[in-house]
C-alpha cells in the first residue's frame, strides 16, 4: 500500500515574506505551490469558498542558518494566505474602517510580491473556515500540521484559539516578530519592565539576538487537486481604489522585494543609516527616517526586524558604527518592547484606562474630533500632519507625538478616538506598537513622566521653523511668510488678507489655545542644531 503524503498547512499572517521565516520548510525539490482563496466580505457567511493556485517552478534565496520545523513533518505543503473579512469591518468602539485603502493597497501589494518570490496560497475568508475546510478536502489522515506565526493580541489570538478548535489536526506555532526572541528575554514575559529604558538596558547587556532564519533550498511540492485563482482587488475588498498623491514622502508599494530594496537604498545606494539620528525628526523628503515601519509591522512582516538588524552589524563592521546606527536598533527595540507590553497585559491595552487602571475625564465630542480627524483644527502644525496621514498612510513619528498629544491633553478627547483612526489610516499600523505608544500619550501607558504634553507653537518651531511642512499640506495658508504661519490666528488682519486667508472662512479658527502657547509666539526661530524640549 502507497504510503500518503503528510501535507503541513502554513499560515502566513504579518509575516509576508521568504527571507528570515520560521513558518516555512525547505527542502530541496521541485516546485512549489501558492494558493489564494478567497470571498468577498459579504459572502463570508455564505457557503462555498472560491480558491485558487498558482503553480511556479523553484525559488532559491540564500540566507543563514537551518533547516525549519515542517521540512521534517511534511512531504507536500501550502502556504496559506487568508483575506479575512474582518479586517475590513469596523474597529471596535468608533466603526471606522479597520483597514482604510493605503494598507489595503499595500497589503494586496505584499501578498502579490510574495506569490512571485515562493509562489504561494491565499484565500479571502476567516483562516479558521478556510483551514477546516481545506484540511477536509484533503484528508485529515493526509493533514499532518498547521502551522503559523503567533499572535499577541486578543482578536488575533482568537482567531489562533478558533484554528486550534476546528482544523482537527496538530497546530505548530512560532514566534517571530521581535529582534529579541521572546524565549530569549533575561526575564518572563509577566515581570517586564513598566519602563522602556530598564527593559532596553537589560535586554542590550543580557540578551542576544538570533542569526537569520537559513533559507537554502526550495519549498516542498503543493498537493495535487489545488485549483489556480487570482488574488482579489481593492474593490473585491470593499475598498475603493486611489491616486498615489504626489507630495507622498515616498510611493509606498508592498512586498518584500521592495523592502529588501529599501534597506539597500538607505544604507549601502545612500548613507542615509549614518546620519539618521540628525535627520529622523525632518518632515519633508524620502530619505530623513528610515520608512521601515511599513514593511516590518503586524499586517505585512514584508521584512524581518532581525534581518534589518543584521545588516546594520555588517554596515557598521564594513563602513561606519556610530550614534545613528545604533539609533535605528534602538527604535527596533521600542517596537519590540511595545509588543511585550501587550503580551504581558493583554486586553488591559485597549481599556479606556489602560494599563495603570487610571480614570480620567476623556470627553468624546465628536465635532472637536472631525476637525482633528480632518485637519481643520486651525493649528497648522496639527493640520498639516493629519492631512498628510489621510492622503498618504504615513505620518512622521513627530507628527504622531504632537497630534496624539493635541487630542489627549489639550482637546481631552478619548484617546482610543485617535488609536482607532490611526489604526484605520496608517499604512504601517501595529496594533501593539499604535495603542501602546496612545496609552504612552495619554498618560495611562508605559511613561515615567506624568502628564507629559507637547506644545504646538513650540514643536511646529522647532522642527519646521520656516513653515515649509505646513505649506505643503494646507495649502490655504501657503502665502503667509516664515514661521509667523504657525500662530495664524495672532497675525494682523491686513497680514491675513494679503495673504488670501480669512479665519473662519478659508481657514478655521482654532479650537483650542493653550496658555502655554504664547510663551513661544514671536521668537527667533531656532536653528537646525539647538537642544530642543517639549515645553
Known amino acids: 500500500m502507497a504510503t500518503k503524503a503528510r501535507v503541513v498547512i502554513c499560515l502566513f499572517r504579518n509575516d509576508l515574506r521568504f527571507h528570515d521565516n520560521e513558518v516555512l520548510p525547505l527542502q530541496t525539490s521541485q516546485a512549489i505551490g501558492v494558493k489564494f482563496c478567497h470571498r468577498s466580505p459579504q459572502e463570508c457567511d455564505k457557503s462555498g469558498i472560491q480558491s485558487f493556485t498558482i503553480k511556479i517552478i523553484n525559488s532559491q ?12 513533518n511534511a512531504d507536500k505543503i501550502i502556504p496559506l494566505y487568508c483575506f479575512d473579512p474582518r479586517h475590513f469591518k469596523g474597529t471596535y468602539h468608533f466603526n471606522f474602517p479597520k483597514t482604510g485603502p493605503h494598507r489595503v493597497k499595500f497589503l494586496i501589494e505584499s501578498v502579490q510580491d510574495l506569490r512571485q518570490t515562493l509562489k504561494k496560497h491565499g484565500r479571502r475568508g476567516k483562516p479558521e473556515i478556510v483551514i477546516s475546510e481545506m484540511v477536509k478536502q484533503l484528508g485529515l489522515d493526509n ?72 533559507i537554502c533550498g526550495n519549498l516542498k511540492p503543493l498537493p495535487e487537486g489545488i485549483e489556480e485563482g487570482e488574488i482579489p482587488s481593492m474593490q473585491e475588498l470593499g475598498v475603493t481604489e486611489y491616486t498615489v498623491d504626489s507630495r507622498s514622502v515616498l510611493n509606498f508599494k508592498g512586498g518584500e522585494t521592495e523592502a529588501l530594496d529599501r534597506l539597500r537604498h538607505y544604507l549601502w545606494e545612500t548613507d542615509k543609516v549614518a546620519t539618521y539620528k540628525e535627520t529622523r525628526n525632518e518632515l519633508i523628503g524620502a530619505d530623513y527616517s528610515t520608512k ?23 554596515y557598521e563592521q564594513e563602513k561606519i558604527a556610530n550614534k545613528s546606527t ?33 480614570s480620567l475625564p476623556w470627553k468624546q465630542d465628536m465635532k472637536l474630533f ?85 506644545n504646538m507653537v513650540k514643536q511646529g518651531l522647532d522642527y519646521d521653523p520656516q513653515g515649509d511642512y505646513i505649506r505643503l499640506w494646507v495649502p490655504e495658508l501657503a502665502q503667509i511668510k516664515g514661521g509667523q504661519i504657525h500662530t495664524v490666528w495672532a497675525l494682523n488682519q491686513s497680514t491675513l488678507s494679503s495673504a488670501g486667508v480669512s479665519l473662519g472662512e478659508t481657514y478655521p479658527h482654532p479650537v483650542v489655545i493653550a496658555p502655554e502657547w504664547s510663551r513661544h509666539m514671536n521668537k527667533k526661530l531656532p536653528s537646525r542644531n539647538t537642544s530642543i524640549s517639549m515645553d
Open 61 to 72: 534565496i540564500k540566507k543563514t542558518r537551518i533547516l525549519h520545523w515542517a521540512n521534517k
Open 143 to 214: 493533514v499532518n500540521a498547521v502551522t503559523f506565526q503567533e499572535e499577541a493580541t486578543k482578536e488575533e489570538l482568537d482567531v489562533e484559539q478558533a484554528i486550534m478548535k476546528t482544523c482537527g489536526v496538530k497546530v505548530h506555532k512560532v514566534w517571530g516578530h521581535t529582534l529579541y526572541h521572546r524565549d530569549d528575554l533575561p526575564f518572563p514575559v509577566k515581570q517586564l519592565p513598566d519602563v522602556y529604558t530598564e527593559f532596553r538596558k537589560r535586554v542590550e547587556s543580557r540578551g542576544n539576538v538570533r542569526d537569520l532564519m537559513e
Open 292 to 314: 521601515f515601519s511599513s514593511w516590518l509591522v503586524l499586517a505585512h512582516g514584508c521584512i524581518s526586524p532581525r534581518y534589518i538588524y543584521w545588516e546594520i552589524k555588517k
Open 326 to 358: 545604533y539609533w535605528v536598533i534602538f527604535e527596533l527595540l521600542w517596537r519590540d518592547y511595545f509588543r511585550f507590553v501587550a503580551l504581558k497585559y493583554g486586553i488591559q491595552i485597549f481599556q479606556l484606562e489602560g494599563i495603570q487602571g487610571k
Open 370 to 454: 472631525e476637525a482633528w480627524k480632518e485637519g481643520k483644527t486651525g493649528v497648522p502644525f496639527v493640520d498639516a500632519n493629519m492631512r498628510e496621514m489621510a492622503a498618504t498612510g504615513f505620518m512622521s513619528n513627530r507628527g504622531r507625538q504632537n497630534v496624539a498629544s493635541f487630542l489627549t491633553k489639550d482637546l481631552h478627547l478619548d484617546w482610543r478616538l485617535g488609536a482607532e483612526w490611526f489604526e484605520s489610516q496608517l499604512i504601517d499600523h501595529d496594533v501593539c506598537s499604535n495603542y501602546g505608544n496612545w496609552l504612552y500619550s495619554a498618560g495611562i501607558g508605559n511613561d515615567p513622566r506624568e502628564d507629559r504634553k507637547f
